[in-house]
């Protein structure tokens, strides 16, 4: 299918783009086109204009800040993918982006749009939430920020306004000697996760406080409801943990499959996403413990 017609912009500047959609009832902003383009082909969207900000620059990039860092929203998946910043800080965002549909499509996808489009199986979603992100919008009254969770309101729902652009998105530091694991399960390589999973363990302490132990733990999964979720009962076990053996691992992973709500679809039924949810977390809770901690 052909989409619909539609009038196009291509805005230098972020202040003419949200001047545009401002004026504009029915305008959609496009950056790299790789989830809104198969959905006008579709006609499951039908905008009067399209405002294409790939041509703002201030839009792309990476900061470090500090140990945090900020991802600008036109940057590429594939960017962030072959990063050294990212990787040195953010090792769990680029073992993640491996895990993107194509090269060809990382190449043109954008963070801000994955995130914008709010997919229930998508990687950047779940990340955003597991790294307690900050996500930036910026709308013809001015900015604003709301963290990863409070962005996220269903599935392809979001907060950000028909008006409003995202911007970029700030990734707090990790805590010192951050332990990490993801993975995926898909039906073949490249397509969006059945059920996708990562965890962080953040390990410390010292001989005065009872020697090392889970400082913080965070598991977050993806493709197991509407939006990407944080398994809070289950990071709560594991925080202060001095060691980890398979019994508590076990519990972890019933705490896991006994708190998502996944539905059927095409591609796997509710059951079996519970199940895959339980083996992937304990297999995750297990690699991130045995890892070497990243300073």
């Not at 940057?75 to 990212?86: E, F, G, K, Q, W």
């Not at 390990?203 to 197991?224: E, F, W």
């Not at 095409?266 to 992937?280: I, M, P, Q």
Request: hydrophobic residues 45%; glycine residues 8%; proline residues 5%.
């Amino acid at each position: 299918m052909k989409p619909a017609p539609f009038d196009y912009a291509a805005p230098a500047h972020l202040d003419e783009a949200l001047a545009i959609l401002a004026r504009t009832e029915n305008a959609k902003v496009i950056a790299g086109g790789q989830s809104l383009m198969p959905m006008l082909n579709f006609r499951l969207v039908r905008p009067d204009l399209l405002v294409d900000i790939s041509r703002i620059a201030a839009l792309r990039g990476i900061t470090g800040r500090g140990r945090g860092m900020s991802i600008s929203a036109m940057t590429s998946h594939h960017a962030v993918h072959t990063s050294p910043l990212v990787k040195e800080h953010f090792p769990i965002i680029s073992e993640a982006m491996g895990h993107v549909a194509h090269l060809a499509i990382r190449n043109r996808g954008t963070i801000g749009g994955s995130i914008s489009h709010a997919d229930p199986a998508a990687e950047w979603p779940m990340l955003a939430c597991l790294l307690d992100a900050k996500i930036h919008l910026a709308g013809p009254t001015g900015t604003r920020t709301l963290d990863a969770q409070a962005f996220f309101h269903g599935a392809m729902t979001t907060a950000l306004a028909p008006d409003e652009v995202l911007t970029k998105v700030d990734l707090p530091a990790l805590p010192r000697h951050t332990r990490h694991a993801f993975d995926e399960v898909a039906l073949r390589t490249g397509d969006y996760a059945i059920v996708a999973a990562g965890v962080l363990l953040s390990v410390g302490g010292s001989p005065l406080t009872g020697g090392k132990r889970i400082l913080d733990a965070r598991i977050a999964l993806t493709g197991v409801g509407e939006m990407p979720i944080r398994m809070r009962d289950a990071e709560a076990l594991l925080k202060g943990q001095k060691a980890i053996d398979d019994q508590l691992i076990e519990r972890v992973a019933c705490l896991v499959r006994d708190g998502i709500q996944p539905s059927s679809d095409l591609r796997a039924s509710a059951d079996f996403r519970r199940e895959l949810s339980f083996s992937l977390t304990k297999r995750l809770v297990k690699s991130a413990w045995e890892q070497r901690s990243q300073s």
